[in-house]
């Protein structure tokens, strides 16, 4: 008994994949206390999954010895596939209908979406192997995409998202205008204009406005480019579970809002995976210089393309040069050899990077000398355990929810991501046994490690300088490998019921659950009291223009929500502040409805507040009322 | 190795037209959309999208794709189960597929930077830098397939056309899939052309400003402090985003005093009819007969007429502006 107890003992320090699982488990039960210190629901719930993940895995791998299941789990077959197949085409034209009769994304389209993205995780996770056909799963799943993404974009006026207007509005139209870079000279994107040259160039060819541009260039990129996510899994990954890879990280809500926000992050994830993927050609092809140009190409686009997903890249190709680094000395326990061809990558991006970024201008001086000082105030000022910062507005830099949202609907909000991560955990502790793992898993899990180090940890403890809300799309692209790893062992590992009730629990609320999620609906909210629209309506547009081009600028800046007047500012319309709840009325005001039916934000002293503010409040009868539209009124001091 | 060379030279007098079809029909459409889309004559924007989509999205990606991963993948090991090992100059058709669209906005991005360095970011010599690397790229494209054996390149045309494993229906559920897919692609398109032709419900803006010296509308300037006697005239506007003309009435009422003693009095009605996507300007003139520290004048808008009660809750907008009175 005591021998038994010993071997188990030394087999959980000598085996990585139980020496990991075991430090995960004790982390996870170590920070299960947060639940009581934070309400942030990622803090609530994180714990909780990686207890789960890290306890499941090792309950699995100690009971089943790793037993693979006799019978495969598999059971639609070819004429099952065919026609759920065939439901799947019929769901996404109905998203199309629905999206066109109800004028958006609404609670109905949903529905629609999300059991036509269960119809087709199900195919993936059930369809008997051999009548797998993946070019038609793959067309099902861009299909998809497409209708999830512009069924938002077409039936929204304007512009999604706060960036998007300067970006278009203001140095893609200053570059069409000038046609120059000259004209964004003082502006960090004259180092990285890809994107907006881009825009201009097809706004140009196909002499459409710069919005149209946008949206039939990097709006119908960022979704195609999810295609090198399989691409990439089919290096590491049998067809199954490269197709569940693909799927997972098309659904996933800060993928769906890159191709709803269209910015140059969007263009740098894109970007950003096809090194990823060149990276997996390295690790399994060979470093060939076809590939290697492949890796450079992408490598030196992302760094002209966007500064956040430069670095990005650069702390995922030091983490991938690291682990070579590592295997080559012995240093790690497998046997594994990785060459030089990833740390020469490295070196190359760093010396690019570096260059481009001594060359990019800010207010004061280059990004390069700027950017370490910048980096440790912030670090300095914020930095704290548990300094999740309470402000809605920094959710957009710290990725976590917005806080006094009701717990149901912000695990409603979160259960996608929390099964993501689940499966992940389990994945990456599957990739981490000997046997399986190789080089390039090894890889995936150490960007994985790197990127959930940056978007989960560093925010605990109040570290958002590197503006972790951005890194999730980015963390999503290992993630999706590891989680399809997660399936996999799950499929092939345990009980045949357990894992067959786990993978429908992923087919029905997985892809449901992510389209929902608030980061993925930025232009109609399924919570909508709670979290906010970064959409507006016609009427709300056509406001800022009148104001912008009729109220003189000698005027007070005017009032109004956020995010609202981030379109006066970022359009150049009007000088505009937050409506601040306690003080003196505002001189000039600028209601609309949504303040009244939405989610927005104002200021309480100086904390930023999710509430709604009456039309009477600060636009009653003993205010002149200078304008009106169907949703706006302008509101001044008698 | 001379006799490597004789069968590679053998091989292009045989094969080398099907096996480059499709670089060479990369070249001639980059040609030929480049020229559609530099002409300066307006053509409809369907057809500047037709030629200028796959020219900017997908055919310079497809021609460096072509250049780098000359060779066609194996499909012996490309296994369901299995996983991929292509071989050093070969990708999958996925890959080929989504690098052709990443490569090609790279490499359009490229080519504007670059222009931008030269003589600035115009169309024209974008689109000349964007056909002078697709040509070059199928350049090499094609001598790098002819330099392999005709049965490792990649050849998707020939294969196309000879291929005998095309997939039918031949189930009940086939047919099913094939018909849903196309009312799938119909629907998704009709949709699509419908939501980028909507007009929406259209917008109607109104409010009040007085007249600047170059003689716009500025909104918020107009006259508060009147003197007695003296008229003084408030600029209301209407702007429609809507199709068709349509006519508006205009209410302006007095109301002095506040409460149940408030009193009441309009001051007139305008007409005013408003183009299609366009605005219209009705001056109203307001004189005060005496002295009065506050006088609130709303302008109630209507469309077609106005009741003959007027007020916030039946007019379609409602403005409240104040004024006051003094001697001169």
Redesign the interface.
């Known amino acids: 008994m005591r021998d038994a107890t010993t071997n188990a003992l030394q087999r959980r320090l000598t085996e990585p994949d139980l020496a990991a699982g075991t430090i995960g488990l004790l982390l996870g039960l170590a920070l299960l206390p947060l639940a009581f210190v934070s309400s942030d629901i990622l803090a609530q719930m994180l714990p909780v999954v990686l207890v789960v993940g890290c306890g499941l895995y090792q309950l699995v791998r100690f009971e089943g010895g790793l037993q693979q299941q006799v019978s495969p789990l598999e059971r639609i077959s070819g004429n099952g596939l065919d026609v759920l197949s065939g439901l799947t085409f019929l769901g996404i034209a109905g998203m199309a209908v629905v999206a066109l009769l109800t004028d958006g994304r609404t609670v109905p389209f949903f529905v629609v979406a999300g059991l036509t993205g269960s119809a087709i995780f199900g195919q993936i996770l059930f369809g008997v192997e051999r009548e797998l056909r993946p070019g038609l799963i793959l067309a099902q799943l861009i299909a998809f995409s497409l209708v999830v993404r512009y069924a938002a974009l077409l039936t929204t006026p304007g512009l999604m998202g706060v960036d998007a207007w300067t970006h278009v509005t203001d140095y893609a139209a200053a570059i069409d205008g000038a046609n120059s870079l000259s004209a964004i000279a003082d502006v960090k994107y004259v180092a990285a204009p890809i994107y907006h040259l881009v825009v201009v160039t097809v706004a140009e060819a196909l002499r459409i406005p710069l919005r149209a541009a946008l949206y039939a260039s990097i709006g119908l990129v960022v979704p195609i480019a999810s295609l090198f996510v399989y691409a990439g899994g089919r290096y590491i990954l049998p067809v199954r579970w490269s197709l569940f890879a693909v799927a997972a990280f098309s659904v996933a809500d800060h993928v769906v809002r890159w191709g709803l926000h269209l910015i140059p992050t969007s263009l740098g994830l894109v970007f950003f995976v096809g090194v990823l993927y060149a990276l997996a050609r390295i690790f399994v092809v060979g470093p060939t210089w076809r590939t290697y140009a492949l890796a450079v190409g992408f490598s030196f686009a992302t760094i002209l393309t966007h500064q956040l997903s430069a670095f990005v890249l650069l702390v995922v190709l030091g983490a991938a040069a690291a682990v070579s680094l590592l295997a080559n000395r012995g240093w790690l326990p497998y046997d594994v050899h990785a060459g030089l061809s990833v740390p020469a990558l490295f070196g190359t991006y760093v010396v690019a990077v570096t260059v481009n970024w001594a060359m990019t201008p800010t207010r004061t001086g280059s990004f390069l000398l700027r950017m370490p000082d910048l980096l440790a105030q912030q670090i300095f000022r914020t930095a704290q355990f548990l300094n999740l910062v309470s402000a809605p507005a920094t959710t957009e830099a710290t990725g976590f929810a917005a806080p006094g949202v009701p717990f149901q609907i912000a695990l409603l909000d979160s259960v996608g991501f929390l099964l993501f991560t689940l499966t992940a955990v389990i994945g990456s502790l599957a990739l981490l046994r000997r046997g399986t793992a190789d080089m390039i898993t090894l890889v995936v899990v150490g960007a994985l490690v790197v990127t959930g180090t940056f978007t989960l940890v560093l925010p605990l403890f109040g570290v958002n300088a590197f503006i972790p809300g951005r890194w999730y799309a980015f963390m999503y692209v290992p993630m999706a490998i590891v989680a399809a790893f997660g399936a996999w062992y799950v499929a092939q590992f345990v009980p045949r019921r357990v894992a067959v009730a786990s993978l429908l629990v992923v087919a029905v609320i997985f892809p449901a659950g992510m389209l929902i999620a608030h980061k993925a609906t930025l232009d109609n909210q399924v919570a909508g009291q709670h979290y906010a629209e970064y959409s507006y309506s016609a009427a709300e547009l056509a406001a800022v223009e009148t104001v912008g081009a009729t109220v003189p600028d000698t005027r007070a800046p005017l009032v109004t929500d956020h995010p609202y007047r981030t379109v006066f500012l970022r359009t150049d319309a009007f000088d505009a502040e937050p409506l601040q709840l306690r003080g003196p009325p505002p001189s000039t005001y600028l209601y609309r409805d949504y303040q009244t039916t939405g989610a927005p934000t104002v200021l309480v002293g100086e904390t930023p507040v999710t509430t709604t503010v009456d039309p009477g409040q600060y636009c009653g009868p003993e205010t002149e009322r200078l304008y009106a539209n169907e949703d706006v009124l302008l509101c001044t001091a008698a | 190795m001379f006799g490597d060379h004789l069968r590679t030279t053998t091989a292009i007098d045989g094969d080398s037209h099907a096996h480059t079809l499709d670089v060479r029909l990369t070249a001639a459409l980059t040609i030929i959309a480049a020229v559609l ?1 530099a002409m300066p004559v307006e053509e409809p ?1 369907i057809l ?2 037709v030629a ?2 796959p ?3 997908f055919l310079p990606g497809y021609a460096v794709t072509a250049a ?2 000359p060779a066609r993948a194996d499909s012996s090991v490309t296994h ?10 070969a ?5 080929r ?3 052709s ?3 090609s ?2 490499i ?6 670059l222009a ?1 360095a030269v003589v ?4 024209v010599p ?2 000349l830098l964007v056909v002078l690397g697709t040509l070059l790229a199928s350049l090499i494209a094609y001598s790098e397939r002819l330099n392999l054996a005709p049965n490792q390149r990649y050849a998707p045309l020939q294969s196309l056309r000879g291929s005998t494993g095309r997939w039918r229906p031949t ?4 047919w ?2 094939l ?3 196309v ?3 119909l ?2 398109g009709a ?2 052309v ?3 032709t909507a007009t ?10 007085g007249e600047t010296e170059n003689g ?6 107009h006259p508060r402090s009147l003197t007695v006697g003296e008229p003084a005239t408030h600029y209301l ?1 209407v ?1 429609q ?1 809507n199709s068709g003309v349509t006519n508006y009435t205009i209410v302006a009422q007095r109301v002095i005093g506040n409460g149940t003693n408030a009193s009441t009095g309009e001051i007139g009605r305008y007409d005013l009819t408003v183009p299609s996507n366009d605005h219209a300007v009705q001056s109203i003139e307001i004189t005060l007969d005496e002295p009065r520290e ?1 006088v609130q004048i709303n302008y109630y808008l209507y469309a077609g007429d106005a009741p003959s009660a007027p007020d916030g809750e039946t007019a379609m ?6 004024v006051s009175a003094a001697e001169s």
Do not use: C, K
């Open positions: 889309v924007t500047r999208a200028g989509l020219l900017l999205l780098l991963f369901d189960s299995a996983i991929l090992h292509p071989g050093v100059r990708v999958s058709t996925v890959e597929l989504v690098l669209v990443v490569a906005v790279a359009v991005g490229t080519a504007g930077l931008n600035g970011v115009f169309l974008i689109l189930s009940a559920a086939a099913f899939l018909a849903a897919a009312a799938g692609f629907v998704v949709s699509g419908a939501a980028l929406g419900d259209g917008v109607t803006e109104f409010y009040v400003g716009t509308i500025a909104m918020g300037e506007v702007d985003h506050s907008r409602t403005l409240i502006v104040d």
